[in-house]
């Protein structure tokens, strides 16, 4: 499986990335079958030791576009993220912590910003307020929404 960096919701590209593209675990080239920023699918979370501890830990961290969204709760322009068409098998990660997020199995076409209807289970917190975050790390997925489609109703 493939791990992808990319995030949530209406920010969700920026700081989520592909994780598995398609290649087997035993495959040295590491080659991604796309474009798309590719880790390597044995490459575990950062532990919890290992996580930035302030926000300029973070800035160092993180490029721009994912600080902005990750840590300021930002939103990228629609239909801009690498991850929107991206159609094959894996698991889409943060990219802040590296910790898987989403099934691919879950994703679909929704609107301009990738989508998924349901999160893996314990990896997405759901706030009163609609904001979803990494439960590892705290970053800015994005929001959750009820207008997605079945089983859940639901639009990460």
């Known amino acids: 499986m493939i791990h992808l960096r990319i995030v949530g919701g209406a920010a969700l590209?920026?700081?989520l990335?592909?994780?598995g593209c398609g290649r087997s675990s035993g495959d040295?080239?590491?080659k991604p079958?796309?474009?798309?920023?590719?880790?390597?699918?044995?490459?575990?979370?950062?532990p919890a030791s290992a996580l930035p501890a302030s926000e300029d830990e973070w800035k160092k961290k993180l490029t721009p576009e994912q600080f902005y969204i990750l840590r300021q709760?930002?939103?990228?322009?629609?239909?801009?993220?690498?991850?929107?068409?991206?159609?094959?098998?894996?698991f889409y990660a943060c990219a802040g912590c590296g910790q898987k997020l989403y099934?691919?199995?879950?994703k679909y076409d929704s609107c301009g910003w990738p989508s998924f209807w349901d999160a893996l289970p314990g990896a997405v917190v759901k706030h009163p307020d609609l904001e979803a975050t990494c439960s590892r790390c705290g970053g800015h997925l994005g929001h959750i929404f009820n207008d997605g489609?079945?089983?859940t109703g639901k639009r990460h």
Do not use: F
């Not at 079958?33 to 950062?46: F, G, H, M, Q």
């Not at 099934?103 to 879950?106: A, I, P, V, Y």
């Open 13 to 15: 590209a920026a700081g």
């Open 17 to 19: 990335v592909l994780a």
């Open 28 to 30: 040295t080239a590491m």
């Open 33 to 46: 079958k796309s474009k798309i920023e590719c880790v390597d699918c044995n490459t575990p979370a950062l």
């Open 73 to 90: 709760k930002g939103t990228e322009h629609p239909y801009t993220g690498k991850l929107l068409g991206h159609k094959g098998d894996g």
């Open 103 to 106: 099934d691919s199995k879950t």
């Open 149 to 151: 489609p079945p089983p």
